[in-house]
């Protein structure tokens, strides 16, 4: 009994052990390799993140979240079985990229706002790229064709939503969050149920503006920094494996899957170093040579879903402390990978009929011409916009359901 407790962590210090060997082995393609983790993060992810950490503390302590949820809830419980918060969470998450959804979930179930099924519903679809990586590094830095984005868009998000609809059928039928005030029971005043929902959250919060601000960029540095330290250990890792030829054996074994499903061999390296990291199985896809566009942005799509294992151990550190299950999150982005990649399948031909094209664009010209992480810090004013969007698109598909229930119940 004693034996089998000490299996796993006898295993895991074996792995270390033999990690740290390699890298006295191969000490320069380590620290290049960390070099260009931390250049990674400090380049890409810091500033595309941090700001919405900070903001998303900020409107959480405020009562922001609270509005939109109660406005929200007529749309979010009986499509996606998440209270009305969890609209917000999509919203920002969608902007914003990984791994916002998992931190504003946490967030929830902290103020008791969610129950445990319904948090896992929520992390596991509003775990998605953001825009700016997906157009302006993928589509334009590593394909050097924008028009690829809205392919990668279409199946990335598209995919993202149809796991949400599934997730719908997770947990316990009768899980429900008893902390979440349903504003159905006053259909009439909606909108003055949401503000006094606003109202009781910032009261129950207590701090003042500058307390609030001043633990939001306190925790969101903690949490930038352990985002930060994950990519560069992934880096590193994958680094070694790949010096010591662990590496090949993987590329071999998804090169013989692929033949066996009637697909290219060489989108295998994608495949494989974006098990590991997104950026690095993104750019791999979009570098491949001598063979169709289709299955190099399926693999991009399949590899944007996934997410990676960094972006995994990002995940799993932020809903560390909550009880919030690994399980159906791992599960999540494997179907929404799967899906990704047929949707590209699918779509191609109505989406992409001239490959050449790159009319159209989702982001300002003038950013597609600029170095990925310049265009970072010009594009987070539109991050913050698209969440805007976003929100407002949600809000009219809530009136739409409120309309059609009671247009529903009158012909009962």
């Known amino acids: 009994m004693l034996m089998k407790r000490l299996v796993i962590p006898l295993s895991i210090v074996f792995a270390l052990f033999i990690i740290c060997i390699f890298m006295m082995i191969y000490p320069t393609a380590v620290w290049n390799a960390g070099v260009r983790g931390l250049s990674i993060w400090w380049d890409v992810l810091f500033p595309s993140l941090f700001p919405f950490f900070v903001i998303s503390e900020l409107l959480l302590g405020l009562g922001i979240v609270h509005f939109t949820g109660a406005l929200l809830h007529p749309l979010m419980r009986p499509v996606f079985r998440i209270p009305g918060t969890g609209g917000f969470v999509a919203a920002i998450s969608y902007a914003s990229g990984y ?68 997730m719908r059928f997770h947990g316990k039928k009768d899980s429900h969050s008893t902390a979440e005030s349903d504003p159905s029971d006053v259909k009439s005043h909606r909108l003055r149920a949401a503000f006094e929902a606003m109202h009781e959250a910032r009261i129950e919060d207590g701090r003042t503006m500058g307390e609030l601000l001043r633990q939001a960029i306190q925790s969101s540095l903690q949490l930038i920094t352990v985002v930060g330290g994950l990519v560069v250990f992934f880096c590193v890792i994958l680094e070694v494996f790949t010096q010591a030829g662990l590496m090949a054996g993987m590329y071999h074994t998804v090169e013989l899957m692929l033949k066996t499903l009637g697909l290219p061999p060489e989108i295998s390296q994608a495949l494989v170093g974006g098990l590991f990291e997104v950026t690095l199985g993104a750019r791999y896809a979009g570098t491949l040579a001598d063979i169709p566009l289709m299955y190099k942005v399926a693999a991009a799509a399949c590899v944007l879903s996934w997410g990676g294992l960094s972006v995994h151990a990002q995940v799993v550190s932020i809903l560390n402390p909550t009880p919030l299950r690994y399980a159906p999150f791992l599960m999540a982005r494997l179907v929404h990978a799967l899906l990704s990649g047929m949707i590209v399948f699918l779509c191609w031909e109505l989406v992409m009929p001239d490959q050449s094209t790159s009319s159209f664009m989702l982001w300002p010209d003038h950013f597609h011409s600029l170095p990925y992480p310049s265009a970072i810090f010009q594009a987070v004013p539109y991050q913050i916009a698209l969440t805007l969007v976003i929100i407002f698109f949600l809000f009219v598909l809530t009136l739409v359901c409120i309309l059609l229930q009671r247009l529903a119940s009158r012909f009962r």
């Open 99 to 166: 791994p916002i959804g998992a931190k504003l979930t946490a967030k929830l179930w902290e103020k008791k706002q969610i129950t445990r099924d319904e948090g896992e519903r929520l992390v596991a679809f509003t775990t998605t790229s953001d825009p700016i990586f997906l157009i302006g590094a993928v589509s334009v830095g590593f394909f050097q064709l924008p028009a690829v984005a809205l392919m990668l868009a279409i199946a990335h998000y598209g995919a993202g939503l149809i796991v949400g609809l599934l």
